[in-house]
Structures are given as structure tokens and as C-alpha cells.
């Protein structure tokens, strides 16, 4: 707290600012502090009405043994000034017995017959204020469960009485009478009675959170798989990293145990480890210790007891380490709480935990099923192929050949004897072969740094593979490799012309919602090189990285300088072999390939097919066959970047004809996949997801990084969505998705996972994608801010968004001012400064905070000048005067106003931009918008006039229109016709108005647009 509050006004601006903020340190320090603010003063008030604060940030700040100290300074005030406890804070005063009642039955020092005598002094204090006592006895049914004995008769006493004001909410008590019937093993029972609450119908502070961890296990038993796991996505997001929920968090991270979420329970420990350390409640705290047990436990007999796992500060954990610490921690708890209790019942239900068997083998909880072995930082592997892999020769030296043979062929298994030799190169008693054929070390060290370059520019870090060819070329030559050096700094060459003149990342907010069609199609086959050349996954390449037409120029033109070198260097070598001299020519065709994609220009096509001639030539004549089909499918791709779309598919039908005839096999997959993206480019879906399907079914015979499996499941996600199938989409973005990370192209699968994240919100899979986004947040390299911020920023935006749509309005709204500030610093890019800041603006509104609001909508107009975003600044100040005016009425009219006229600037200058719109007008759009926003203000005559002048600038429906149109102009009609039949009292014009629109969009068989208008004329003769 910056500065002590100087009178009682400030005293309560400042607690009333306390309660804003989120329980935790801050909130419980700030009350502490004002608490020492109020008693600087006479009055007694506000001391009331800070320790008040403070008890309830110790309460849900999960600091039980301070929250009694607080209550009983309370207690002494009521005693001695009664007359200061009005009936509103008498009735908190009342109310709070049960808080301390609460925290004395956590704190196991507390001896058993002091929380009885606390039980009496609540009763006795209801008895002499008159007040019910079925609060007294909800609470000592509460300890009976807690110790374990006497609980049906505390219960029925509690039960059976009629509720009072100061009884518990309807949640908390129907938890209670759930977790009764749960204990005597009624199931079937306990859901029944919790079934309001998990339905959302009765909540409060802690409902329903603490409700769905209880509930999880028994929906399992009772055969309600699908509703578990939505219930333990929401819920678990509601209790996460919150020391007052430790136990509901310690109940997740049981339910993925008995889940088969092994890996998953781990992550949520991970993000969780605060518990450890700032639980202050011991109960809390052992039911958390006791669910984190039941995790580790699971995972350890499994044998994965080595694994990292996140426990207490101060030291690394595995997983076997950290349950030995836990189970000590937490028996340690339940014999505390059984000697003061004078029972074993903790002992039992932590016992009975502890022995519970997996309830379903595997249930995929979130769109990011990992399993435990992926849970370990390793290096990136590579997925199983279906296909037996050749041997990897024992031999060192038949090693070494047989790894350059398969390199010299493309062929998939060069990388696992390249992997092999890394290993064994890299250990201290490496001796290389005296052996002639093999060649000197220099030599392997170059070929190692070649496949590791190759690998890097997959990944698209060109820069470093430039480098590491270089050097690769350097050691080439020292080992008397000319002609291996040629190719190394060809590849150099080649990498160094795709390094981005500048990054071409999807800024948030544009990024689209469905998945976009290929406007270009990319070479998809790999040459003789296969998995070792510069030439990349794609053979042409891609000209994502050009940034705008300057970009594009600039990168076309360094293309064509590389190209130019790689001749020279071509024509300048000497004594190279075949396969040498092909990668050289593919290196040559693959350069001019990228600049024409880049380009688009139509000159740039005759050269393209003119070098991957001459590589089809030599290639023919020395019969090296992935040659030999790479020159033909840089032919096609040619024809298809060209927009001869039907040559590129006679073309490729052609290569495939001679890959199933002659192979090589492991061309199959990307082939197909090439031609099922022409097919979409010529709109035969049906085509392009059979050959896009067939791809993948190819696929698994193979390495995944070497036929580039991910872009296959990505190119199918497009295809689904083209054919309506968007949960069959959304299967193969997340497999693309996983494939990219297991390869460690880890900006590829965290857009693939952004594209998941967006469809499932478009699809009303609220849980789901926030789940997904959570995990992906909580990786490691983004939480240390090694991912691209713009990425990262995008994955934040579209959960703040799932969360306002899954009405979590205060989570989303503070993303979406953290969003703002840090977008605000984007100076390349004011554009989505100005959404992000105008959907800030709405969700304050939303909050009600509309001076906030304002402020957020101000910097979107600022940013608007330098980037214009007519309809997304016009709409976000007209539903921000809209909120206003609801929210606020006739007194929040004139600022209403003002955020209208500031929208009718934005409608003037977009006018004279001669912008278009998407849907109806803007002047349209505001004009309907003064209707509602007068309407809600009471000033019905301005507000009919407003809409009257809205009609007239939607016209009228028509056939030719459409419905979203009659739509429109039917809402608007009746909005007009509600305002002066109902509000202004004349339902004569008004019935004429909705008959003659009802007639109308009859007519024009606009049947369901005209059912409202129907529905209003019907209440109007009625009276109504």
C-alpha cells in the first residue's frame, strides 16, 4: 500500500480495492496494513469494517490459525459497542462463528475439547440473539464426519431442521449431504443430491470446486466417463494454485492418477508446487500430501520413479524421492489429527486413497495426451515407424559406409545410423577405423555436422545451418573430400538465402479462425539427398518468411544471387561423383523453385523447369532414382505455382505411376500429399482427402520427420473442414501438432496447437481449449520467454477469450489488460494493439469498470490512427455505449453518447476511405445502436427516431439479400415496434409496423425471421 489512508473515506476506497484483488499474500498484507490504518481512528466503523477484510483474507487466504484472533477482537467489540453493529454487520458477525468454527477443526493443536467449547459458545450466542440453531448443528455434524464417530445422529439433528439466514449457502450444505451418502457408499445417491451444483445452478465462493473433486470418482464408478472429465477440466481450473483449494487440487491430481493421466497428473503437480510451501491449513494440506501420493505412487509402479518431479523449494526432486517425502509428511498429519481426535479415521480414508486401483485403463482428458515417457527432457525422437527398420550395422567401419550409401540414396534409415555414430563418436574411447575406405575422422565429423545441419534447417534456423555446412565444407576439405565440400557450401549457400529478411508472424488477432487453404503449393519431394540436403523437407521450399512485397523482392533476389553461386560453384568443381553432382543440380533447381514461389512471377517459370530438366536428364542417364522423381515433382510443383493446376495433376499422377513401379517408396507419402493439395486448389475435396489419406497410411511405414507425417495430419485438419468435419479436423491438427514437438519444431506445433485451440473454442469446446492452452503456457520454454512473444501472445488471447466465453469474466478480463499493456509496447504492429484494446475496453464494460473501459478504448483510437480498424473500433465503442446505458441507465447516457459520436468519426473517416464493409454499414450499424442506448436511457423519442433511421438505411429485405440480412432488419423492426407500442404506449403504429413485416417476410419465405414479430404483435392485443 503505497500510502496510509488519511480519512475514513480513503480507508474505505482502499478496502473496497482489497476486495478486488485475488486472495493471496498481497490482499492479506494490504488488509493487515489497513487494519493499522483504522485504528488511527475515533470511530469504531471502519475498525469493524477492516477486520472484517482481514478475517476473510486469512479465511480464503489459507492462514486458519490467524482468522480466529481476528473474530475474537470482533467478538469484544460486539460486546462492548453493540450499538456499532448494525443488522447488516450483526448478521456477518453471526455468520462468521462457523468461519472460526472451521478453523479450529484444521488445526490439529487444537485440542478436541476446545472445539466443543467453541460449539457452545456458538450456541449459547444464537440462543441469546434469538437466532435458529440448525447453523450450530451443521457445524457439529461437520466435526462428527471430521473425527469419525457419532455422524448419523449429527447429521439427521443438522439435517432434518429448516434452514435459516445465517445457515450455509444451498451449495456448501448440499456438499455435505453428498459427502454423507458417499461415506456410506451410496454413489448413486451422492450425485443425486450434488446434481444442482455440478449443473451449475447453486454456487458460491467454493461451489462448485470443491463439489466436482469429490464427485469425480464416483462419476467414473458410475459409468460417467465423458462427464468426469468435463467436469474435472472446468473444476480444475477453478482451484488450481489456490492454497484454500489445496485438497480439491489433491483430488485432480488422484483422479488422473486413476486415469491413465499418469504424465498429466505430473504437469498439474508441476504447476501446483506453490502448495507446497503456502498451505497453511494442516487438513488442507493433507488432503493435498494424500492425492499428490496417490499420483507418485502410480507413477512409480510403473517404473518411472526416476522421472523429475516438481516438490518443495530448495532442492530436485524425482518422483520416488518425492513420494518418500510426502508419505512422511502426510502419515505424520494423520496420526496428529487421530491423537487429537482420538481415532484412526484419517489414517483409514488416507489408507483407503492410497489403495484405490485405476478406475478406467486410459481416459484422454485433454486434446494433448502425453504419455510418462515423454514426461523426461530428452532430445527430440522420432515416432515408431510401422515399418521394420534395416539393421544398424555392429561394425564400426560398415557403419560408416553403410550410413553415406543410404545418405547417397535419400533413403530414411541414414538418419539412425548417423544418430548411432553421433553417440559413438562423442564418447572418450572413440577410435576411429584405420581403414581407407572409410576415410580419415575429418571426414565423419563432416558428414555428422551435414545431418545436423539438414535437421537445423527443418526447423527453419537457417542461419545456423548455414554455419554448420560451412564447416562441414571446411572439414570435407581437410579430409580430401572436394567434392562432398562442393555440396556442403552449395547447401550453405542455398540456407543462407532463406534466412527471413524479416518475420512474417501472425499477429494475434488476425489469425483466422478456420483453417486457411493453400494459396501456394509446395514441391513435396525429396531428392537423392532425402533426409541430409539443403534443399529441406519441401524441395521448393516456402515463402512464409518474406515479409510483405518488399520482403518478398528482397528474398526472391538473394534466391537468385545463391542460385548464381551455386552454378559458378558447380561449373568450378571438378571429379565429382553422380549422386555429387545431382544434389548439385537439385540444389540449383530448388533455389530457383523458392524464388518463383516467392515471387509469383510468371518469368520466373521457364528457368524453373529448365534446370529441373537438366537434373532429369543426368539423373536418367545415371539411374538414381530419387533423382530421377525429384526432377519430375519439381516439374509438377512448377505447374501448380504457375496455376496450371490440371498439367501439375497429369504431371504427379505420372511420378506416382514410376514411384509404385520403381520407388523409391519413401516418395510415396509426400507425393500424394502433394497431389491432394492441387486437388483442393482445383476444389475436389473428395480427391485431395483420399490422397491425403492414403499419404498418411504410407506414412507409417516410415520415419515421421523424413515424410513429413505432421504437414500430411495439417493438410488433412484443411480437407475436414472444407467437407464439414471439423472434431475430425481438430483430431488431425493436435497429431500434427504432437509430431512437430517430438521433432522438436517446437513454433510449428505450438501454431498447429494454436489452430487446435481456435477450433475447439469455434466449436463450443470451452474446457477443452483452455486445458490445451494451460499446457501449452506451462511449457518450460515459454515460461522462460524463449517462444516468439507474438506466438505466445496468441495463445493468451485465444484462451482470454474461451475464458469470457465460458463466462469467466474476471480471468478473462485481467488476461485481456495484461494483453493491452504489453501489445501497447508493439510499435510494428498497432493494428492488433487496437483489437486487443477494444475488446479490453468491452469486458470492463462488462465488469461495469467504464472508467477503465474508456481509458482501454482511448488507446484503441490512438492506435487506430496508425493502423485503421474500422469495424473493430466501431463496434467496441458502440457496445461499450450499449453496456453503459444498460448497465447504468439515464445516469449513464451523456458518456453513452459520447463513446457514439466518437464511433460516428470512425464511420466518417472509414466513408471516406471508401472502406467496405463486411456485413451492414457502419453508419448502419451506429444508427441502431442510438435506438438501443436511448431506449435504455428512457428517452424513447429519440430512441424511435434513431431506429426509424436505421430501416431506412437497411432497406428492405429480399430474396436476393438473404436471411442474414432479412435477419437483421426484422430485429430491428421489432426492437422499433417494442419501443413504441410498449414503452411509448402507442400499439396501434406498432401492430401496423409488425403486420406489414410479418406479411412481408412471409412472402419472401422468411418464416423464421417473422416469428419474433408475430410473437410481439400477439403480446401487444393482448395488452401486454
Known sequence: MPTAPQNTDE?????????????????????????????????PVPLVHALFELQEAYTYGSEPRKSPVVFARLLNLFDEQPDVFDERRRH?????????ADALRVLPEIPLTGLRQWLTEMRDRYEKAGLGLQPYYGQAYQLAAHIGEGTTLAYELWAGRSRTGLSDCEACEICERALYHLAAGDDERALKEWEPVLAGKESCQEEPARSVSYALLPLLRGGHVDRARELHLAGYRNCRRNPSMSGEVGRHLEFCALTGNEARGLELLAENRNLFGEVDSPLDLFDFLTGAEVLLQRVESLGHGELPAAGYAGRTWTVAGLRAEVRGRADDLAARFDARNGTTAHADRRRARLDRA?????????????????????????????????????????LILRARTLDEQGHPDARACWAKLRTLAASRDYAHPDDPAVGPLAQLRADLLSDEASRTGER???????????????????????GDAAVARACALLATAEIPVGTSAETPGEASTEIPAETSVETSAEGAEGAGGAEGADGAGSADAADGDGGAAVKAAALASAHAAIVRLHEEASGLAPHQEARLLRLRATALGMRLQTSGDEAHVAPVLAEADLLLAFATRHDLGGQISGALLLRATTHALSGDLPAAVTAIDGVLDRLKAHGPAWHLPRTLALRGR????????????????????????????????????????????????????????????????????????????????????????????????????AEPDVSAGEVDDRLVAQLRLTRARALHTGEDLKAATTEFVALAAESARWDDDPGSHVMIAAETAVLL???????????????????????????????????LARLQAEQQGPEGLADALAGLADAGRIADEARAAEYETQGRSLDTALAYEHGRVNAYAGEYEAALAALEKALALLGG??????????????????????????????PAPALNRLDAAVSRLTALGHTEEAEPLSSLANRLRDGG
Request: aromatic fraction near 6%.
Open 92 to 100: 456477518t458477525l453471526f455468520w462468521r462463528f462457523k468461519w472460526v
Open 845 to 879: 464494460g462488462e465488469s461495469g469498470d467504464f472508467g477503465r473501459a474508456r481509458e482501454a478504448a482511448e488507446q484503441a483510437i490512438a492506435a487506430h490512427a496508425r493502423a485503421p480498424r474500422y469495424e473493430q473500433l466501431s463496434g467496441c465503442l458502440r457496445e
Open 678 to 777: 492441387i486437388q483442393l486448389g482445383l476444389r475436389d475435396v473428395q480427391a485431395a482427402q483420399a490422397d491425403l489419406a492414403e499419404g498418411v497410411r504410407l506414412a507409417a511405414d516410415w520415419p515421421a520427420d523424413v515424410v513429413d507425417t505432421a504437414r500430411l495430419h495439417a493438410d488433412l485438419a484443411e480437407v475436414c473442414m472444407h467437407l464439414g468435419r471439423p472434431d475430425e479436423a481438430l483430431r488431425h491438427l493436435t497429431r500434427s501438432a504432437e509430431l512437430e514437438l517430438r521433432r522438436g519444431s517446437r513454433t510449428d506445433a505450438y501454431c498447429a496447437y494454436s489452430n487446435a485451440a481456435q477450433l475447439c473454442l469455434d466449436l463450443g469446446r470451452v474446457e477443452d481449449c483452455i486445458a490445451l492452452l494451460d499446457s501449452l503456457l
Open 358 to 398: 485405476p478406475l478406467v485403463d486410459a481416459l484422454e482428458l485433454t486434446l494433448r495426451t502425453r504419455g510418462l515417457d515423454e514426461v523426461a527432457p530428452a532430445a527430440p525422437v522420432t515416432v515408431p515407424a510401422a515399418r521394420t527398420a534395416a539393421e544398424v550395422p555392429e561394425s564400426l567401419p560398415e
Open 11 to 43: 480507508l474505505y476506497q482502499a478496502l473496497e480495492e482489497n476486495d478486488r484483488r485475488p486472495y493471496g499474500r498481497t490482499r492479506t498484507v494490504t488488509a493487515e496494513e489497513l487494519v493499522d490504518a483504522a485504528e488511527q481512528f475515533a470511530e
Open 957 to 986: 429485405p429480399t430474396q436476393e439479400k438473404g436471411g442474414d440480412h432479412a435477419g437483421e432488419w426484422a430485429e430491428c423492426v421489432r426492437l422499433t415496434a417494442a419501443v413504441e407500442g410498449i414503452y411509448m404506449e402507442r
Open 460 to 482: 527453419d534456423e537457417f542461419a545456423e545451418a548455414a554455419a554448420l555446412h560451412e564447416e562441414a565444407a571446411g572439414l570435407y576439405e581437410d579430409a580430401g573430400a572436394p
